[in-house]
């Protein structure tokens, strides 16, 4: 089968931890025997500045090793206004792309990541080729994006065009249902993990490879440093702990424009010796993290379903974490505990029960997905798509309610 994936969010060789699960997504399709292509539009903003650092968008080593063919075309728009729009600068910035692309292969199916604009440029793609296309939801794109009046109707639009809507939780497949999508048109999938490199490893081997004491326990978060991340919150929590003798270290991976912010709020508070900014971490590395940690934890204000939790699970570590959006549907009480978004206390209770129970025990036996798994789920899907049940041929969106 002939894949067309669309997604700005994907690794290239300046920002290789980028939609790491994009990149494990469309590998997996290759592996089940479809010709895969994807175009990575890379905003121009990053472009001009990598320019000045002679850098261009080129693949990542790891893309190369797996044959993948990836292009890079830059995104032109104009920055924080006209956002209702990005789905036409979007399609003028690729369209080139493309028609390069379609002279000689067609596609089966066009697979996008994000509702707008990313899913706006697969429904057009589709338009021109006649193949079916669907489109993945990660989370804020129904979650959040819709809350500006400019970018909602775009949001609809782009889930009642589409073929088929592939949220990655049941709970964002509810939400969905509510912009106006068929029932029958949402397609949850499950997303994966690399089961060849997160696995479970002893702590004090990966702690010594970190260079980090084997004896003091260790909590870890991995994301962006954004606002809805909620990382003041963890930042508090750990003062307390800290506070009443506690000895523990809290590691940072990732980054974000809140990192600065965060820095300062961690001197100011005199915690320099128990929170770490680790920074961004290559997703090669990112196994031994997990493995070298007791708890992952994330006190987010909202979330689809992150990877970092079967991440950290596949490496038998238990987490923590605000209920919100989607963490529910993997959570257990074997290996996890969850508690009210923004409240210290809740968020103190459930770290001091997990990284002090008998948690470790039940991350280790709970069961792993892999890329594998999610890309088989999308053929099947894609096939049916391609060859409808005669009964299903013209599904209809229902009214927004």
Known sequence: MNILFISSIFPDAAHASRGTFNFELCSALQRAGSDVKVIAPQPWTEVIQGKFNGIVPTATEQILQHGLEVHYPTYWYPPKIMRGQYGNFYWNSIEGTVKKILKNWQPDFILSYWAHPDGEAGVRVSEMTGAPCGVMIGGSDVLILPNSPSRRQKVIDVLTR???????????GEVIKHYGVHKDNVHPIYQGVDIDKFVPEDKRVARSWLGLDPERPLILWVGRMVPVKNLELLIGTCEIKANRGDDFVLCLVGDGPLRPQLEQMVKEKGLEDIISFIGTVNHEDLPNWYQAADLTVLCSHSEGLPNVFRESLACGTPFVSTDVGSISEIADSSYSMLCEPGIEGELLH????????????????????????????????????????????????????
């Open 162 to 172: 589409s073929n088929a809507v592939i949220p990655i939780s049941q709970g964002l």
């Open 350 to 401: 459930a770290i001091d029960t997990v990284l002090y129970g008998s948690y470790q025990e039940g991350a280790a036996l709970s069961e792993t997905r892999s890329w594998d798994d999610m890309a088989n789920e999308i053929l099947l899907l894609a096939d049916v798509l391609r060859f409808p049940p005669e009964e299903n041929h013209l599904l209809k969106s229902e009214p927004v309610e």
